[in-house]
């Protein structure tokens, strides 16, 4: 398996501007997850799904944050309209149980809101 | 409130020699807890992983102690070189909120100088 994919590497926007980023999950593994990465406040949780279902979004900071898992291989995070704010890392991970096992990340989409 | 601590400050050491890392915690009852390694543009890659009953774990040149009554966790890597130079991470998940998904702690920086 090629692990888990994270498209695009790296996302530079201006303000006010949509993204949208995309994460391929390692395939049997039912639980996603997308984490947000900065240097303040470190790896925070944003939302989880749980086959395909979303299970918990209370880390997602705001309604300009919308997630999707339209199937088992597939998730899109999007921010609409996005803010200088929203710069950071963001990381899909996956895992084939809620609790006892490790996490697969991908590398990470790079977000710079300008 | 909830909280993971790891030691912010880097973590210098001799090759060859033993680092330890620590991990405390406070108001959590974990199930689970887990070292992740990051390093530099890259995402975190599972470790090991330790459970609640369980005192040491173990991984090649890898230890791991969990103690519940101390809240804490020590990673221990043994005869250190400097391709273990990264970010160590500690994880858990957590039994009170009911939420199935890592929370993570800020990360020490390891430097193993040759």
């Known amino acids: 398996d090629a692990g888990v994919i994270q498209s695009p590497r790296h996302e530079v926007t201006e303000m006010g501007q949509e993204v949208t980023l995309r994460c391929k999950p390692i395939?049997?593994?039912?639980?996603l997850f997308w984490y947000r990465q900065t240097m303040m406040r470190g790896l925070e949780l944003l939302i989880y799904f749980n086959n395909n279902v979303p299970i918990d979004d209370s880390g997602m900071p705001e309604d300009r944050f919308s997630a999707k898992m339209p199937n088992a291989s597939f998730s899109t995070l999007k921010i609409q309209p996005s803010e200088p704010r929203d710069s950071a890392v963001y990381f899909c991970?996956?895992?084939?149980?809620?609790?006892?096992?490790?996490?697969?990340f991908g590398s990470g989409t790079r977000l710079t809101v300008v | 409130s909830q909280k993971i601590e790891q030691n912010s400050e880097a973590l210098n050491i001799q090759e060859g020699k033993t680092a330890t890392l620590t991990c405390n915690y406070t108001?959590?009852?974990?199930?689970?807890l887990q070292w992740y390694r990051q390093d530099p543009g890259r995402g975190p890659v599972f470790l090991l992983l330790?459970?609640?009953?369980?005192k040491e774990k173990r991984k090649e040149r890898l230890k791991v102690t969990f103690d519940t009554t101390l809240k804490q966790s020590l990673f221990h890597i043994t005869a250190s070189q400097p391709a273990d130079s990264a970010t160590y991470l500690c994880?858990?998940?957590?039994?009170?909120?009911?939420?199935?998904?890592?929370?993570f702690g800020s990360g020490t920086r390891l430097q193993v100088q040759p």
């Open positions: 330790i459970r609640e009953n369980e």
């Open positions: 994880a858990l998940d957590s039994l009170d909120t009911g939420r199935r998904a890592l929370t």
């Open positions: 991970a996956s895992s084939q149980g809620d609790r006892g096992y490790g996490y697969t």
């Open positions: 395939s049997g593994h039912d639980y």
């Open positions: 108001n959590y009852s974990p199930a689970y």
